[in-house]
């Protein structure tokens, strides 16, 4: 069974001093973790992703303000999550397309990543990944 792209649910420690959240590896994220970057400074209209990953995973999460985040597995089954508060984040499996768009002013995206970083493990053209997921499909059936 091919994993899906979902919202995980993470711990929120409400204060009135303020919010705290956490993710810890294999806890709330299902991986070991290698790597966390984050996006910020956004344009208004700019897209950021746009690929996909042959090994990384990932989770997603909004630490300010809001964006949205398309996930694709290349089998028919695109969505459109909007991601706005901190104690949510989009778990994306490897092998999915993701494209990071319609960000607020002040959005600032946490990726958190099971790999380091590897050129070579992305795949940046969307024909290009339709025929990786034909051929995975292909080795597993
Ligand atoms: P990239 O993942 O290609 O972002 P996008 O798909 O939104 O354009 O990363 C942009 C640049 O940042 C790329 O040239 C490589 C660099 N980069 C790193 O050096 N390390 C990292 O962990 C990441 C995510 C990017």
């Keep these: ?13 409400p204060d009135r001093r303020g919010n705290l959240s956490v993710v810890e590896e294999n806890e709330n994220v299902p991986f ?12 208004g209209g700019e897209k950021r992703g746009g690929h996909a990953y042959k090994r990384n995973r990932e989770l997603i ?22 991601l706005s508060r901190s104690y949510y ?12 768009s319609d960000f607020s002013t002040n959005a600032v995206a ?3 990543a099971s790999e380091p970083y590897d050129d070579d493990d ?13 051929k995975q499909d292909g080795h597993r059936s």
Excluded: C, H
């Excluded at 999460?61 to 909007?82: C, I, P």
């Excluded at 984040?89 to 990071?100: D, I, K, N, Q, S």
């Excluded at 992305?122 to 034909?134: P, T």
């Design 89 to 100: 984040g989009l778990y994306v499996p490897a092998g999915t397309w993701r494209e990071l």
């Design 61 to 82: 999460v909004a630490l300010s303000g809001s964006f949205e985040v398309t996930v694709d597995s290349g089998r028919g089954d695109r969505k459109t999550f909007r």
């Design 122 to 134: 992305y795949i940046r053209s969307i024909k290009q990944f339709k025929e990786y997921v034909r």
């Design 1 to 13: 069974m091919k994993e899906e792209a979902t919202i995980i649910n993470l711990p929120k420690f």
């Design 32 to 43: 070991k973790v290698a790597r966390a970057y984050w996006i910020y400074d956004v344009p």
């Design 110 to 112: 946490l990726v958190i």
